[in-house]
């Protein structure tokens, strides 16, 4: 498994993750999202609205070279678009991972 993927499936496991739009909007609004990512197939207009919702509101935004399918085998929902990390430590080592990823 990709390593940047196994930090979301910690991030799942402890329950610090906000999945799909919905959530990730309310988590943002909430001021608990600290990454918020899209899926390279998410549809334009929820990448979009999931970049501008955090920008707006001062949260990290990035979009992932992972398919909605790889994101929702990792979250078990489904097929999410758009995910948010809710703990900073988790969402600085997911970021630090899928850097180091697009290096190799």
Do not use: C, W
Request: glycine content about 12%.
């Amino acid at each position: 498994m990709d390593h940047s993927l196994s930090t979301l499936g910690l991030a799942k496991k402890a329950n610090l993750l906000a999945i799909g739009g919905e959530a990730v909007a309310i988590a943002i609004r909430h001021g608990k999202a600290r990454l918020v990512i899209t899926a390279t197939d998410a549809s334009e207009g929820s990448a979009r609205r999931a970049r501008v919702n955090a920008e707006m509101n001062g949260v990290k935004y990035e979009a992932v070279p992972y398919t909605k399918f790889e994101l929702g085998s990792i979250t078990g929902r489904g097929s999410p678009g758009t995910v948010a990390f809710l703990d900073a430590g988790l969402a600085k080592g997911f970021l630090k991972k899928l850097q180091r990823r697009e290096q190799e």
